[in-house]
């Protein structure tokens, strides 16, 4: 948060913005209209947490509320999140806006509300100070000579946008304000495209490397580059992107990267979803009978998942994704592909997570590379080629089937992601493996019993047992008790990335507040650390039990 709003003490560099609040994720079609229904236990150990360490510790200037209801309310007019928790709990003096129309919602959609006149006052009087529209909030004059609200309850609003202003400076002399006089010359100089190779790189993650395929050697002499995210940079810049001045797509770094010296055959072959011209797949089959080695980079792409969009497609329909199976056509193509006796790379590109059984159990070598930004081709091409040792992990569990995921519509989190997810993910949460090994040995173990003032500290020693340098991402979970109400079955609470090289040790120090580990009491209304049994646990994932040592609080 400090990059974005950075470190001065009276301008703010940018407002940055925590979206959407609270409760959010769909479906497109019912945004406007749907009323989330989640305990209050999900509510906070789920849907508030991001929020409040925003607001209350990161000190966010900004929060847009969502389009759907809470509790019969639309959340940007809502008792609970927004006067309760946001302003009264959290004591959140920033500004907040509306998503786009979601105001207009409020009668037109939910029906809260008789007219634009209500729901305007309904949503300065719970504290959302501006619209992201242009027809609601309009009436709120005709509001004040109604009766509605008064001059000094609208001023209220007022006050907190011009606060927002003047900490960006809008209303002093350029040269008193920090962050005034930031060149043009600053966008895309040299630290900054190094920033973007950097991200790109860090988030690549390897997720399977059968027989060691990767890294490729340079000196092949003929390489297949399939697929429709091979040369694509709309696909590289995902969506509400800037525009850089160079965007270096997959197929021009390999290029970049291997010179004249080996031959590249190119084909997209196949589209996201379809096959468009059969005999353009047949000759890439044909033409691919001879390179040493295929790279098919696909996956999927901004323009089949976003907001409200006019796709349906096979898996894709309202800009929400239908099933999170990979594309049939790409799966029956990489059949074809593995039929040639070549070795494959896939390559993946995508905003989520992704099924893939099929590719998992047959394809050697698999990359999820995400939408990687104005770098992401260059970042690729290192990795495939070892010029940079990945050591990406997943956000987010990638499970094996539509079918182990409720209903789209539920919003409750029975079975839902890692930490209470009971079944076997294709790819767990935090996965990702590397082009050298690690290990973990106790520095220092935990105690085994504490009290919920006190902190859990260890330390653990790890070493990196390969023949190359790398990063660890060393990830410490706590599991919790399970005789008390529904508790994760295990939780992410600290991670470190570690530069490690080959044949060294490196020391890391853990210190978890156990106060961090309280959860919602259904019966108490409050956050409480459970007394019971725990066990903390470290390891490269969170399916990755490397050292586990059992504790208690009393």
């Excluded at 040299?190 to 190779?197: N, R, S, V, W």
Aim: glycine share 6%.
């Amino acid at each position: 948060m400090n990059g974005l709003q950075g470190n001065d003490a009276t301008y703010l560099k940018a407002a940055a913005c925590a979206k959407h609040y609270a409760i959010h994720s769909g479906p497109e079609s019912l945004r406007h209209e749907f009323n989330a229904e989640v305990s209050d236990y999900d509510l906070w150990d789920t849907y508030l947490p991001a929020f409040q360490h925003l607001v209350v510790n990161a000190k966010v200037a900004g929060v847009m509320c969502a389009y759907n209801a809470y509790k019969g309310q639309p959340c940007c007019g809502n008792d609970i999140l927004m006067n309760n928790i946001l302003r009264n709990t959290w004591h959140f003096t920033g500004y907040v806006t509306s998503d786009c129309g979601a105001i207009d919602d409020f009668y037109q959609h939910h029906h809260s509300d008789a007219d634009a006149e209500s729901a305007a006052t309904k949503a300065v009087l719970h504290g959302t100070d501006v619209e992201c529209g242009h027809i609601t909030y309009k009436s709120l004059v005709q509001a004040v000579k109604h009766g509605k609200l008064t001059e000094k309850q609208l001023d209220e609003s007022v006050k907190r946008l011009f606060t927002i202003r003047f900490r960006l400076g809008m209303f002093d002399p350029p040269e008193q304000v920090k962050y005034a006089n930031i060149s043009i010359t600053s966008l895309e100089s040299k630290p900054h495209q190094e920033q973007a190779l950097k991200m790109a790189r860090q988030s690549i993650a390897l997720l399977k490397n059968d027989n060691h395929l990767l890294p490729l050697s340079k000196k092949l002499k003929k390489i297949a580059v399939l697929g429709p995210n091979a040369d694509n940079k709309e696909t590289l810049l995902a969506n509400y992107n800037g525009t850089p001045s160079k965007v270096v797509t997959p197929l021009e770094a390999i290029r970049e990267k291997l010179g004249k010296d080996t031959h590249i055959y190119y084909a997209a072959a196949t589209d996201f979803t379809s096959v468009k011209d059969s005999m353009v797949m047949n000759a890439a089959l044909d033409s691919v009978k001879d390179a040493d080695v295929i790279i098919y980079i696909g996956g999927i792409t901004p323009r089949l998942e976003g907001e409200e969009m006019p796709v349906n497609q096979p898996g894709f329909n309202g800009g929400d994704r239908t099933s999170i199976l990979l594309p049939q056509v790409q799966t029956g193509f990489m059949k074809k592909l593995k039929a040639t006796a070549k070795p494959v790379v896939f390559v993946m590109m995508t905003g989520s997570a992704i099924a893939m059984p099929w590719e998992a159990a047959n394809v050697p070598a698999i990359i999820n590379a995400w939408y990687g930004g104005q770098a992401a081709g260059t970042a690729l091409a290192d990795v495939l080629f070892g010029d940079y040792n990945p050591a990406g992990r997943l956000p987010v569990t990638f499970y094996q089937s539509d079918s182990d995921l409720p209903a789209f519509q539920d919003y409750t989190m029975n079975n839902r992601t890692y930490r209470y997810f009971k079944g076997k993910p294709l790819y767990p949460f935090g996965y990702g493996l590397s082009y050298t090994n690690f290990t973990y040995q106790w520095k220092q173990k935990p105690q085994s019993r504490y009290h919920a003032a006190d902190s859990l500290t260890f330390a653990v020693d790890i070493r990196n047992t390969g023949t190359r340098d790398g990063d660890e991402v060393a990830q410490v979970y706590i599991s919790y008790p399970q005789e008390q109400q529904r508790l994760p079955l295990k939780e992410l609470r600290q991670f470190m990335r570690i530069a490690v090289r080959h044949g060294q040790i490196r020391t890391l120090r853990f210190s978890i507040p156990l106060a961090s580990l309280a959860k919602w009491d259904e019966t108490l209304q409050q956050q409480v650390v459970y007394k019971g049994n725990y066990q903390v646990f470290t390891g490269s994932n969170s399916a990755d039990r490397r050292l586990v040592s059992n504790f208690s609080v009393e």
